[in-house]
């Protein structure tokens, strides 16, 4: 009783200390929420003529099979007449339930104690995540996250895994590059909450392997069969048969291309595309306090195959994201992508057994150099979808 008292004595001294020093981190959240919703203001009173994504609510399955093509069929089944405006009444819908979908992850994975506090900051206002969510409204990113989000949160049974791979089945119809975008972290996801944390079995393994192999042959269909056949006036006629407002013809080429055509046209890009790669760098560097974190995590974990799984899965997902660099030059969503998995995979890694006893906070909250990183990432307002910034 007396050990317990003095337990419970100490806890509270400590939450005490903690949210007194974490003071300037709550100023920090005040600032990232400011600029996020700044954001989507800016994105749709001033961005929005660059959106691509009005033409994937105009885009079905008329003509047959076609990638990118689920959203705008959904769409199609309650109206004929597309304005644009549905882009950003979808886009934030989207952004409102990641926020929401994210709170309680963490909620639920961390907990909302005083000395994860600027864990929690860190994260929710990376110029990675939200803040570049909210300027990228209309692409499909985050139907990604929000799968991911969901593998995190839903109920673990038999049906589990089924029910995540439909959902990733759903992502590749969305588009494609879902594949090596968020499909590989749901996997892990998958891996960490269904089969690694409850303990492996062979029928796990045969279940796990026959689902991958239907993920993939969606993936498959859709990068081989997907592309569209009428010619292009005739398929520009029927989108602008259900657009009420003006598309702009140029953003076709997405659903005649070929994966030829697209790394030929990343590579002529590419050395202007160079030139910015320490900005990412950098931009990574600043996470400084969350990669020590993670890392911490991984080396925690009680076994050495539990410790490789992770690590294989880490460098997975990135030669993924090289991929993807290869192929498309949006650089910025990409190397934003990227962090969103690290932060979503460090979630899931939280999820493991673990062979140490947590003492410290994550991130300690009164240390000079995670107040002055936490207060430059604050300052970002963004990363970007193309170009920094």
């Known amino acids: 009783m007396e050990m317990r008292a003095r337990a419970s004595v100490k806890a509270n001294e400590n939450s005490v200390r903690y949210r007194a020093w974490n003071g300037p981190w709550r100023w920090m959240l005040a600032i990232d929420t400011v600029a996020a919703l700044g954001g989507i203001l800016y994105t749709i009173f001033v961005d929005s003529p660059r959106f691509p994504g009005y033409m994937h609510l105009l885009v079905t399955y008329h003509f047959g099979f076609t990638r990118r093509a689920l959203i705008g069929t959904i769409v199609s089944w309650f109206t004929d007449a597309v304005p644009i405006w549905y882009v950003y009444a979808l886009a934030i819908v989207a952004w409102i339930v990641a926020l929401g979908l994210f709170v309680a992850a963490f909620r639920k994975i961390f907990g909302f104690k005083d000395e994860n506090f ?227 995979m460090m979630h899931a890694v939280r999820l493991l057994p673990s062979a140490a006893t947590q003492t410290d906070p994550p991130i300690h909250p009164d240390k000079a150099t995670n107040l002055v990183l936490g207060w430059i990432t604050t300052a970002i307002p963004r990363v970007g979808v193309t170009i920094p910034f």
């Open 118 to 344: 600027p864990l929690f900051v860190y994260l929710i206002g990376s110029p990675f995540f939200f803040k570049n969510f909210a300027i990228a409204l209309g692409h499909f990113d985050i139907y990604g996250c929000i799968w991911a989000l969901v593998a995190l949160l839903i109920p673990v049974g038999p049906l589990y895994p089924l029910i995540v791979a439909a959902g990733c089945a759903g992502l590749i119809l969305i588009h494609h590059l879902h594949f090596l975008l968020y499909i590989p972290t749901i996997c892990f996801i998958v891996f960490v909450r269904y089969a690694a944390a409850p303990g492996l079995s062979p029928g796990k393994i045969i279940y796990g392997l026959m689902l991958i192999l239907v993920v993939s042959a969606t993936f498959v269909a859709a990068l081989l069969f997907g592309r569209v056949t009428v010619p292009q006036d005739t398929f520009l006629a029927y989108l602008r048969s259900r657009a009420a407002d003006p598309i702009d013809p140029s953003n076709v080429w997405m659903w005649y291309s070929t994966i030829g055509q697209e790394i030929k046209a990343t590579w002529d890009r590419l050395g202007g595309h160079a030139l910015r790669f320490p900005v990412y760098a950098a931009l990574i560097a600043l996470h400084a306090p969350v990669w020590s974190y993670f890392r911490s995590l991984i080396r925690a974990l009680p076994t050495a195959f539990l410790r490789s799984a992770t690590v294989a899965a880490l460098v997975a997902i990135s030669v993924g994201y090289v991929v993807i660099g290869v192929i498309a030059h949006d650089y910025s969503r990409w190397v934003s992508g990227w962090a969103v998995c690290m932060f979503l």
